[in-house]
């Protein structure tokens, strides 16, 4: 297994914003993952897989760690016997590709998410109603220590959240799919994309979600709206114009730009509505937010 050094990671995610990994490799079976998780334990350096990088803000100096990358038969997918089986680093894409093909219907909801098998694992993805969590039958889970399969149960998967622990990485995945002919789920595939494109930044460098929905009659989007943020830039980062709960690059942005709107942002919603916003973005490498209500 060649491990790599010093790889840039910015045009790995969809924000295009971070610096390079000081250890990277791309497992392409279970053994050669198994190989890398070995290595790192050996050597003491902490693990991080990365998918599509659509859910990821990593720190303009890099990250320390050896960082993963699923590729070949890890990243393939397949019907089989009404079920849909993919590697962790398959992406939701190909996914939907594989399953239309097959007439097996239920992954539609997942057109809209620009991810892979194991990022949707890691943050029981989902939209329109669907998530990881209703279709996944189980997942391969590996670590240094070896490998199991678990149920989205076990995995202790609940709202944009699992129970997986940093060092355990997602290699395979079966979902459980119902018949569909391929015309209806093309059909439903287009109504949900067309959703999409008319409420969200679709074609703009983004990280998806900022902050989940709180427990609020107003979604994130809207209460950053209400807060006049639409629009407002720190530096190279910007609240989209369009959806105030999306972050976009608006050209050599920087985790630091994204970090600072993100604690103005909290700051607003707090004084506004007494609601401390959590963050749906996943942090890579040395980068915080300060605490609700300061901002930097
Ligand atoms: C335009 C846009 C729209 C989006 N819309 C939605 C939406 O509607 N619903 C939604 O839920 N999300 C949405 N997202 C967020 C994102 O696409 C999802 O969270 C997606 O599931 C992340 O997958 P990924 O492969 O890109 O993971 P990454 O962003 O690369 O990583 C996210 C997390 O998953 C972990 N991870 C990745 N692969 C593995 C693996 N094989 N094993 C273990 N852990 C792994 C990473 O370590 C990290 O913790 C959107 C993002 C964008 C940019």
Redesign the pocket.
């Known amino acids: 297994m060649k491990i790599e050094e010093n790889v840039p990671l910015r045009r790995l995610t969809?924000?295009g914003i971070g610096g390079s990994a000081r250890h990277f490799a791309r497992p392409g079976t279970v053994a050669e993952l198994q190989e890398a998780l070995v290595w790192a334990g050996e050597q003491g350096v902490d693990i991080?897989?990365?998918?599509?990088?659509?859910?990821?803000l990593i720190a303009d100096d890099g990250v320390e760690a050896l960082v993963l990358r699923?590729e070949d038969e890890l990243a393939e997918a397949r019907a089989e016997d009404g079920l849909l089986v993919a590697g962790?680093?398959a992406t939701n894409a190909v996914c939907l590709h594989r399953a239309r093909a097959a007439g097996l219907g239920g992954f539609e909801f997942a057109c809209?998410?620009?991810?892979?098998?194991?990022?949707?694992?890691?943050?029981n993805?989902?939209?329109y109603g669907g998530?990881w969590k209703a279709i996944l039958e189980r997942a391969l889970v590996v670590s240094a220590g070896g490998s199991e399969w678990s149920t989205p149960a076990e995995l202790g998967l609940d709202y944009?959240r699992s129970g997986?622990r940093p060092g355990?990485?997602?290699?395979r995945a079966e979902f459980r799919l119902e018949p569909r002919p391929p015309e209806e789920i093309k059909a439903t595939v287009a109504e949900l994309q067309a959703q999409r494109k008319a409420a969200?930044?679709?074609n703009k460098r983004?990280?998806?979600?900022v902050f989940k929905n709180p427990d609020h009659e107003l979604s994130a989007g809207r209460m950053l709206e209400a807060c006049g943020l639409k629009g407002h830039q720190i530096g190279g980062a910007q609240i989209s114009p369009r959806h105030a709960n999306f972050i976009e690059n608006a050209g050599e942005g920087r985790a630091a730009d994204a970090i600072a709107l993100m604690a103005e942002a909290r700051r607003r919603a707090l004084e506004e509505f007494g609601v401390e916003l959590e963050r749906e973005v996943?942090f890579v490498g040395a980068l915080e937010l300060p605490a609700a209500g300061q901002t930097m």
């Open positions: 969809t924000v991080f897989t990365i998918g599509l990088g659509s859910n990821l699923l962790g680093g809209a998410i620009p991810g892979t098998v194991g990022g949707g694992v890691q943050m993805a989902g939209a998530d944009r997986l355990e990485v997602v290699a969200q930044p679709t983004t990280f998806g979600s996943r």
